[in-house]
């Protein structure tokens, strides 16, 4: 298969078996416009993979995708895509009928481009899967594989809220290990107390596992909790890492012992590869 990217080059280069780069290239006008050229071997194809995820700059990111699929299309190549991280797939809901619900906006938009196939990563929320007709796929079994070999004492897999409970249990199945969500009782009308619903962690080792990093906050919170009621070892994960602003240092602050998560997003805990997914998939 014939494969190029403009945001996700780091995953192409880590592809194992028949994948044929086409280079594409980005370049800025001196008015700030954008332009996407592929390399001229692009002409003699006739089916190619895009990869592009869509961190920031989303937008950027995003103008990139468009442009590339329209003048794939121009030489009326097949185009199949996978989106390792979707921008705007927590904007997925309209609280008000004047606003756009970006999310599902944007998915529409790339269902209208008529691809031969589309493919999300631990997509936030179904919906915008099913915006775009597309699949998701999932990297919990990588994630598995990873805290796997990391030889943790009698561990723990723990969802960090309701949310992401089905990604715990993936990731505990596939380790054959227990795993839990951490809830939230009312004490008072003030107090609020956190911690995992059925199992104690004291003495363990513990992955939290969620879809996205972002601040930093909610797993900082479980980190806290987890580290007060005994948890040995606390690790932190999740597929994409968008890691805003001080989150890492929030994460340390809290007693986090190490950070997980997959290219999906490149940053220095990104041990973990989406291309492994890709070499299944194509
Ligand atoms: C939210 O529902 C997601 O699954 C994550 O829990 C959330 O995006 C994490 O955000 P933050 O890192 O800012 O707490």
């Not at 249990?169 to 107390?193: C, N, P, W, Y």
């Not at 890492?248 to 590869?273: C, H, M, Q, V, W």
């Amino acid at each position: 298969m014939y494969v190029t990217s403009i945001s996700s080059k780091d995953i192409l280069r880590k592809l194992d078996g028949d994948f044929k780069q086409i280079e594409c290239h980005f370049e800025r006008f001196p008015d700030g416009e954008g332009y996407v050229r592929f390399d001229e071997k692009v002409k003699n194809i006739e089916e190619i993979l895009i990869v592009q995820s869509l961190y920031y700059p989303q937008d950027e990111h995003i103008l990139q995708l468009f442009f590339m699929i329209d003048a794939l299309k121009d030489l009326n190549i097949k185009i199949n895509l996978i989106i390792p991280y979707m921008a705007y797939a927590r904007q997925d809901k309209r609280f008000k009928d004047w606003e756009s619900v970006s999310g599902i906006s944007l998915a529409k938009m790339i269902d209208r481009l008529d691809l031969e196939s589309k493919y999300t990563v631990d997509i936030h929320d179904m919906k915008v899967t099913k915006a775009m007709r597309g699949e998701n796929l999932s990297a919990m079994p990588l994630i598995a594989d990873y805290l796997t070999n990391l030889n943790l004492r009698d561990p723990v897999i723990i969802s960090p809220d309701k949310g992401s409970v089905e990604r715990a249990r993936m990731v505990a199945d596939q380790m054959d290990a227990e795993f839990d969500h951490l809830e939230k009782t009312r004490i008072s009308g003030d107090t609020v107390e956190i911690r995992p619903k059925e199992i104690n962690t004291k003495g363990r080792d513990v992955a939290i596992v969620d879809d996205i990093i972002s601040t930093g906050g909610t797993m900082a919170k479980a980190c806290e909790v987890l580290k007060r009621g005994g948890t040995l070892k606390v690790l932190s994960g999740a597929t994409h890492l968008l890691m805003i602003s001080n989150a890492e240092e929030r994460l340390i602050k809290a007693g986090i012992d190490g950070i997980f998560g997959t290219d999906s997003i490149p940053f220095k805990y990104s041990d973990i590869t989406i291309a492994k997914i890709i070499e299944e998939i194509f």
